[in-house]
């Protein structure tokens, strides 16, 4: 055990040392949805200046390939879920005892009408598997001192980003802004990290709001409800049985 | 006797205070209330105007009483008033039909112009237990892999025309599932009836190869025998949803055997339009004069008249003006007669769960086509859901 907690943090400390750019990327990655697994429950508020909507969801998710989402609210809504195993997605529709297999094209679709997407939601670790990574600087964001990096799409990786640029502290390895920008390279949105909180012993923004740039009175806000990371789960959690028993 | 009621009573209270109080409750109840103000312009002779009003309630119950079990009861309650009553013969009648085992179906009252019914759809037991999942009960037994026609659905066929029913009608059966992968299940349906020879029974294998959803199926469908292959598959970005199924009469030797086939295609522009795109043949359709599609009875009683011609085209796009405005237009049509169904849809979101929308139902045809223009049919619609 003890030899685990030496290894680990040795590890730990060879990243801190060579701060590479991937590894800060995947350090902050792991450190929102962890390392292993993560359970959580969010409300996302969709927000123009003269009305607002909302949708509330559970999400489970394993590694970089796994995860589900279950929608508890609206009514309308309501025990839908959605699986994303590798590249492949599938919904259920409780109503009509139906499962289907979406097309791949869907996940760049917004979520539930928001300025998220179904990429954004369940395709997330893909930051860190799918792109290059290099630091273009230190910026202070919110009065915390952190890396700007830059990142390229590998050849061939199926992302919707022409590039995106981070902003994550360098104590604490926290994602603070984030811009996303289309294949032309013109900014798409920007995602900011706000009030940060301990979650399940982990600092961490716990409301996120992404605007998007074309509209500066458009905004969408997530917020965490709950999280829990490195919950026990098996892979086998991950399939259309349990796409139609979660709640 | 009434002790033991009150006692069962305040125990079912206490144990619902509970449960609420817990994160996850083992009771769910939910449902709508939509209103349809419904809209028929004849043809040829336009001069009168048929309105009707229908009031759609659903009610849906469920209950947990332990991780392993669950029971469903679903209701849908319709109060029907105003011109259709009076035009359509035997409108009640129609409606008061359960083509199910038991009949659920409710007439609770009917006049010269307004119906009140009920009918359970949905009233069913099930059990979880490791990779199998048992359903015994009013169920829906949902085969369809594609989108718009499923040659493959053999226990309760849906209309694509029923659109104020997505929910779908369910059946009596008994279904034993077992799940032998995360996307790959056998499954195994039992659909009982008063005679053997109406009596279905079925089963599906689904698996996953190569990042397809593939099925096969074998069964009998009330006197007809069955089998069938589905897929869908994600081919450059695009979905690819195949169905097709053989059918053929076991008593009477004279009955054509046929198929009937359906292959489609659905993209998302990832700005949320979504478009798609199917055919479906039908060798049971007729090439000429085929009959007309009936907008006042949609159930369809089996794969077979899912068409009245041999071939349909179908086409559908749905967009989104902002997060609130949904549009829609899809086009069913007979290639061989050339006539054309017209859905246009637009949908608002007046608050998280009112939703207002204006529908249609458009038809072009001569009056020997399948989409002959008898008429056009326009509603709106308000819809509270809880």
């Not at chain 1, 390229?152 to 811009?179: F, Q, R, S």
């Not at chain 1, 905004?219 to 965490?224: D, L």
């Not at chain 2, 336009?46 to 009861?73: A, C, E, G, M």
Request: glycine share 6%; charged share 20%.
């Amino acid at each position: 055990m003890r030899l685990i907690f030496l290894s680990l943090f040795t590890a730990i400390s060879t990243m801190a040392i060579g701060q590479d750019a991937t590894d800060i990327v995947k350090r902050a990655d792991e450190k929102m949805r962890g390392e292993k697994s993560s359970y959580s429950e969010m409300t996302m508020q969709i927000v123009r200046p003269t009305w607002q909507r909302s949708v509330s969801f559970k999400s489970w998710s394993k590694g970089t390939e796994l995860s589900l989402v279950y929608i508890s609210s609206p009514a309308r809504e309501k025990g839908q879920s959605f699986l994303k195993i590798n590249r492949e997605m599938w919904s259920w529709n409780p109503q009509m005892n139906r499962t289907i297999k979406l097309p791949t094209s869907m996940l760049s679709q917004g979520w539930m009408g928001s300025d998220y997407t179904n990429d954004d939601l369940l395709n997330q670790r893909s930051v860190v598997t799918d792109y290059t990574h290099k630091i273009l600087g230190e910026e202070t964001v919110e009065n915390s001192s952190c890396y700007k990096i830059l990142l390229t799409p590998k050849p061939d990786a199926p992302v919707v980003w022409g590039k995106i640029v981070m902003w994550i502290t360098k104590e604490t390895y926290l994602m603070l802004k984030v811009e996303y920008y289309d294949e032309d390279l013109m900014l798409v949105k920007t995602e900011i990290g706000r009030e940060l909180k301990t979650m399940d012993g982990r600092l961490m923004p716990t409301v996120y709001e992404l605007l998007p740039a074309d509209e500066p009175n458009n905004k969408t806000i997530v917020t965490m409800n709950l999280i829990k990371f490195n919950i026990p789960i098996n892979d086998s959690f991950f399939s259309i049985q349990n796409m139609t028993r979660v709640r | 006797m009434m002790k033991k009621t009150v006692f069962l009573l305040i125990a079912l209270t206490a144990v619902l205070q509970y449960s609420y109080a817990q994160n996850i409750s083992k009771w769910e109840f939910k449902g709508h209330i939509k209103s349809l103000q419904n809209l028929y312009v004849p043809y040829p002779d336009t001069s009168y105007w048929f309105s009707d009003n229908t009031l759609d309630n659903r009610l849906q119950l469920t209950y947990y009483p332990t991780n392993w079990l669950k029971f469903d009861v679903q209701a849908r309650n319709r109060f029907i008033y105003g011109d259709f009553v009076k035009m359509i013969p035997n409108y009640a009648e129609q409606i008061d039909t359960d083509n199910s085992f038991f009949d659920l179906s409710f007439l609770w009252s009917n006049g010269n112009s307004y119906i009140l019914h009920t009918i359970i759809d949905r009233l069913n037991a099930t059990v979880n237990y490791g990779n199998w999942q048992i359903v015994a009960g009013r169920q829906r037994i949902n085969w369809g892999i594609d989108l718009v026609w499923n040659p493959n659905d053999i226990f309760n066929t849906f209309s694509y025309f029923d659109l104020e029913y997505p929910e779908r009608p369910g059946t009596d059966a008994l279904s034993v599932k077992y799940f032998s992968g995360i996307a790959s299940f056998a499954e195994a349906v039992y659909q009982p009836a008063k005679t053997w020879d109406s009596t279905s029974l079925g089963i599906v294998y689904r698996f996953n190869i190569y990042e397809a959803d593939v099925q096969f199926i074998a069964g009998k469908m009330r006197s007809l025998l069955t089998a069938g292959f589905g897929f869908t598959k994600s081919v450059g970005g695009a979905a690819i949803r195949s169905e097709v199924s053989y059918f053929k009469s076991y008593i009477n030797k004279n009955t054509p055997e046929g198929i009937v086939g359906t292959l489609s295609s659905d993209y998302s522009f990832g700005d949320n339009w979504y478009v798609q795109a199917g055919i479906l043949y039908n060798s049971f359709g007729k090439k000429n004069n085929q009959g007309n599609l009936n907008l006042f009875d949609t159930q369809v009683q089996s794969p077979m008249t899912l068409s009245r011609g041999k071939f349909n085209v179908m086409t559908g796009i749905t967009g989104q003006f902002g997060p609130l405005v949904t549009p829609g237009l899809s086009a069913i049509a007979n290639p061989t007669d050339g006539s054309v169904a017209l859905i246009p849809t637009i949908s608002v979101s007046a608050t998280d769960n009112i939703n207002v929308s204006l529908n249609a139902i458009l038809l072009t045809g001569k009056s020997t086509d399948e989409y002959a223009n008898f008429g056009q049919f326009v509603y709106l619609k308000g819809e509270w859901n809880f």
